[in-house]
């Protein structure tokens, strides 16, 4: 079915580890979001990429890395895990039109501990 | 730093009532606007949109934009149970890259 998932739904990690969340679309769509949702603050933006190859820090992207080396893979990865990425990740695409509403993925709640 | 301003709630209005939610935003330039709706545990997904002035309708939702105010709200006639939920406002900007707002939450009460 054509849509946008991402995996692992849920992960438990410790402190100091790496950790990759991983997103797939399959609509073709240009661009690509990683959000994470807390408490108190919303939305907030991490990552984006406007095609392969082409990515952009967000609001909040110290501690994360991203790569997009196909159009359909947004992978998301922590470094070296902090309590402070405790959170819940989204992962979003939209079309290349400018008024185009984002689409997004079921979520992972990552567990820092 | 653009903005996009909503008030958290919650909202609570009874069955049946109309339920009306704001949101204010700072980016003059932004010309599209969403209204998403979350349920506990759920990811956003898209109710409404709108790019021009005035009332946009779809079902029991109406989208409306003031440009000049800088202010989009989403009304719900006649309200349910289900539509309990957390309600955001989005607004691309100048960039395109959508701004969210920190969300209404919505209680409808039988």
């Known amino acids: 079915d054509a849509g946008i998932t991402q995996s692992p739904r849920y992960k438990i990690t410790e402190t100091g580890r790496q950790v990759t969340l991983m997103c797939h679309q399959t609509?073709?769509?240009?661009?690509m979001f990683w959000y994470r949702q807390d408490l108190g603050h919303g939305l907030r933006l991490i990552y984006y990429?406007?095609?392969?190859?082409?990515?952009d820090k967000g609001e909040v992207p110290d501690g994360y890395v991203v790569s997009r080396s196909k159009t359909e893979n947004f992978p998301l990865t922590l470094e070296s895990a902090t309590r402070s990425q405790t959170s819940v990740y989204f992962c979003?695409?939209?079309?290349?039109?400018?008024?185009?509403?984002?689409?997004f993925g079921n979520g992972t709640r990552l567990t820092v501990t | 730093q653009k903005e996009v301003e909503q008030n958290s709630g919650p909202l609570s209005v009874p069955e049946g009532a109309i339920a009306s939610l704001n949101c204010t935003y700072s980016d003059r330039v932004s010309q599209s606007f969403f209204w998403y709706r979350q349920y506990s545990g759920k990811s956003p997904e898209l109710i409404m949109s709108?790019?021009?002035?005035g009332d946009k309708e779809d079902g029991r939702f109406t989208a409306q934009l003031n440009k000049a105010s800088q202010y989009v709200s989403l009304l719900i006639r006649d309200s349910q149970p289900s539509d309990s939920a957390t309600y955001l406002c989005?607004?691309?900007?100048?960039?395109?890259?959508?701004?969210f707002g920190r969300g209404t939450s919505l209680i409808v009460h039988p």
């Open positions: 990429s406007a095609a392969a190859d082409i990515t």
């Open positions: 709108i790019y021009s002035n």
């Open positions: 979003a695409s939209r079309s290349r039109g400018q008024n185009s509403p984002l689409h």
């Open positions: 989005a607004v691309p900007g100048g960039s395109y890259i959508p701004t």
């Open positions: 609509w073709s769509h240009s661009y």
